[in-house]
């Protein structure tokens, strides 16, 4: 399937690593790539485009508009982000004090907006599904930014999930018409998990992305055993702002804390 891309299962090589671009095929309209540095190294980019750069492991040091910001981020799983948001035209400079992986996001957009350092304290964790449907769906999601903190003229909306073993997320499914691209990390690199696109089923590993396209529902869940983070990446649309998301009719009972939901007679099965 051209919209899920496997073929960094093994890792990603070092400096930058394009995974998805604007104009290809099965366009997403966003570029997302993984920039791959070694300890004390070095690297930096004029940005022609709005531009984030979030941490997924490692101790940096970004430099842009006479700004420096350092940051130690350890896991996904267990910690906030650390995410630079920055305007087109910005020269941006990254210094690895340790090995590091940067997830670096653009968007075509040359309109400028005050740059922004979002940190774990920025960055609320919703409990999303809690004391739902038995803790199935329950999840953290972090919205690092959207059209509720950025200003009209920014086009990217990002986040991340922490999907629980055995659990589902990105639930009730839901859709929405602007495009969305998804990338896997697992707690083990032996971990998987489901993806699905409409009708369509992909099973997901470590380093997998997912381009979400055509306003297609797209629920998610992990193998018991295997904690699943994924960063979420929207496109605002021209005239169509990303805002929530929209649940599809037949399963929105699901979001009734009162809804009852069949559990196994034990006593039955003695």
Request: net charge negative; aromatic share 12%.
């Amino acid at each position: 399937m051209a919209v899920h891309i496997t073929s960094f299962r093994d890792g990603f090589t070092n400096r930058f690593t394009e995974i998805t671009s604007v104009g290809e095929v099965d366009d997403a309209q966003i570029n997302f790539g993984i920039l791959k540095l070694q300890s004390e190294e070095r690297w930096s980019q004029t940005v022609d485009k709005e531009t984030a750069y979030l941490l997924l492991n490692g101790h940096i040091e970004v430099r842009f508009a006479k700004e420096v910001h350092q940051y130690q981020r350890d896991s996904v799983f267990d910690s906030g982000p650390f995410c630079a948001h920055i305007s087109a035209y910005n020269r941006v400079e990254i210094r690895a004090h340790s090995n590091a992986e940067v997830a670096v996001i653009s968007v075509p957009n040359n309109k400028a907006f005050s740059n922004t350092v979002y940190l774990p304290k920025n960055v609320a964790t919703e409990h999303r599904g809690q004391d739902l449907l038995n803790n199935t769906c329950y999840r953290h999601v972090r919205t690092i930014f959207d059209g509720n903190n950025t200003p009209l003229n920014c086009e990217l909306v990002l986040g991340e999930v922490v999907n629980f073993p055995g659990t589902w997320s990105s639930y009730p499914p839901h859709h929405h018409p602007q495009p969305e691209v998804y990338h896997y990390r697992f707690t083990d690199p032996r971990g998987y998990g489901h993806c699905e696109l409409g009708e369509e089923v992909i099973k997901v590993r470590h380093y997998d992305t997912v381009k979400i396209l055509d306003s297609v529902d797209h629920p998610q869940c992990a193998a018991p055993g295997y904690g699943m983070y994924y960063i979420w990446m929207i496109r605002h649309l021209p005239a169509n702002r990303y805002s929530i998301p929209i649940f599809t009719d037949e399963h929105k009972w699901t979001l009734d804390p009162e809804a009852p939901v069949w559990k196994p007679n034990t006593g039955a099965l003695n």
